[in-house]
Protein backbone atom coordinates (compact mmCIF):
# COMPACT_ATOMS: atom_id res chain seq x y z
CA UNK A 1 0.00 0.00 0.00
CA UNK A 2 1.21 3.28 -1.09
CA UNK A 3 1.49 5.68 1.62
CA UNK A 4 3.13 9.78 1.57
CA UNK A 5 3.38 10.96 4.19
CA UNK A 6 3.69 14.48 5.49
CA UNK A 7 5.46 16.55 7.84
CA UNK A 8 6.84 20.41 8.68
CA UNK A 9 4.39 23.30 8.52
CA UNK A 10 2.58 25.56 11.20
CA UNK A 11 2.31 29.31 11.86
CA UNK A 12 4.63 31.59 11.13
CA UNK A 13 5.40 35.33 10.48
CA UNK A 14 5.12 37.01 7.01
CA UNK A 15 8.94 36.87 6.08
CA UNK A 16 9.37 33.46 7.68
CA UNK A 17 10.47 30.07 6.66
CA UNK A 18 9.18 26.61 7.13
CA UNK A 19 10.21 23.48 5.73
CA UNK A 20 7.96 20.64 4.44
CA UNK A 21 8.68 17.09 4.06
CA UNK A 22 7.03 14.15 1.91
CA UNK A 23 8.08 10.45 2.65
CA UNK A 24 6.83 7.58 0.43
CA UNK A 25 6.32 3.64 1.81
CA UNK A 26 5.09 0.80 -0.48
CA UNK A 27 6.51 2.92 -3.45
CA UNK A 28 9.84 4.63 -4.70
CA UNK A 29 10.33 7.92 -6.34
CA UNK A 30 11.81 7.42 -9.52
CA UNK A 31 11.80 8.97 -13.56
CA UNK A 32 7.87 9.99 -12.24
CA UNK A 33 7.44 13.26 -11.52
CA UNK A 34 6.35 14.60 -7.68
CA UNK A 35 4.01 17.72 -6.89
CA UNK A 36 3.13 20.08 -4.77
CA UNK A 37 -0.33 21.42 -4.37
CA UNK A 38 -1.96 23.86 -1.98
CA UNK A 39 -5.32 24.94 -1.19
CA UNK A 40 -6.12 27.93 0.96
CA UNK A 41 -10.08 28.28 2.55
CA UNK A 42 -12.39 28.74 -0.78
CA UNK A 43 -10.27 28.58 -3.36
CA UNK A 44 -9.21 25.51 -6.09
CA UNK A 45 -6.44 23.67 -5.53
CA UNK A 46 -3.47 25.07 -7.22
CA UNK A 47 -0.07 24.10 -8.65
CA UNK A 48 3.15 25.02 -6.42
CA UNK A 49 5.90 22.91 -7.72
CA UNK A 50 7.15 19.94 -8.72
CA UNK A 51 10.28 17.69 -9.26
CA UNK A 52 11.25 14.86 -11.92
CA UNK A 53 13.22 12.14 -11.54
CA UNK A 54 15.88 13.52 -13.28
CA UNK A 55 16.00 16.48 -10.76
CA UNK A 56 14.26 18.75 -13.22
CA UNK A 57 11.83 21.46 -11.39
CA UNK A 58 8.76 23.56 -12.00
CA UNK A 59 7.40 26.36 -9.81
CA UNK A 60 4.43 28.45 -9.81
CA UNK A 61 4.93 32.29 -10.60
CA UNK A 62 3.46 32.91 -7.38
CA UNK A 63 6.12 30.99 -5.71
CA UNK A 64 8.93 31.24 -8.30
CA UNK A 65 12.46 32.67 -6.50
CA UNK A 66 11.27 31.90 -3.02
CA UNK A 67 10.35 27.85 -2.92
CA UNK A 68 12.47 25.31 -4.30
CA UNK A 69 11.28 21.82 -4.15
CA UNK A 70 14.84 18.92 -3.77
CA UNK A 71 14.66 14.96 -3.51
CA UNK A 72 16.03 12.61 -1.42
CA UNK A 73 16.70 9.13 -3.32
CA UNK A 74 18.32 7.51 -0.67
CA UNK A 75 15.75 8.89 2.23
CA UNK A 76 12.76 8.52 -0.80
CA UNK A 77 11.53 12.17 0.28
CA UNK A 78 10.95 15.45 -1.80
CA UNK A 79 11.11 18.32 0.45
CA UNK A 80 9.58 22.35 -0.03
CA UNK A 81 11.67 24.51 1.33
CA UNK A 82 9.49 28.03 1.59
CA UNK A 83 11.20 31.39 2.05
CA UNK A 84 9.91 34.93 2.34
CA UNK A 85 6.64 33.53 3.24
CA UNK A 86 3.56 35.72 2.77
CA UNK A 87 -0.03 35.80 4.54
CA UNK A 88 -1.53 34.72 0.76
CA UNK A 89 0.89 31.46 0.92
CA UNK A 90 -1.28 30.11 4.20
CA UNK A 91 -3.35 26.62 2.81
CA UNK A 92 -2.94 23.00 3.22
CA UNK A 93 -0.31 21.91 0.95
CA UNK A 94 -0.64 18.63 -0.37
CA UNK A 95 2.16 16.30 -2.59
CA UNK A 96 1.08 14.01 -4.92
CA UNK A 97 3.00 11.13 -6.94
CA UNK A 98 0.99 9.42 -9.46
CA UNK A 99 -2.03 8.49 -7.87
CA UNK A 100 -1.13 8.57 -4.35
CA UNK A 101 -1.82 12.17 -2.19
CA UNK A 102 -0.25 12.99 1.19
CA UNK A 103 -2.75 13.57 4.23
CA UNK A 104 -2.13 17.82 3.81
CA UNK A 105 -0.28 20.04 6.34
CA UNK A 106 -1.37 23.03 7.16
CA UNK A 107 0.78 25.72 6.61
CA UNK A 108 -0.23 29.39 7.96
CA UNK A 109 1.52 32.92 7.84
CA UNK A 110 0.48 35.87 9.77
CA UNK A 111 0.80 39.01 8.69
Known amino acids: QVQLVQSGGGLVQAGGSLRLSCAASGTTFSIYPVYWYRQAPGRQREFVAH???????NYADSVKGRFTISRDDAKNTVSLQMNTLKPEDTAIYYC?????WGQGTQVTVSS
Open 51 to 57: ITGYGST
Open 96 to 100: HYRSD
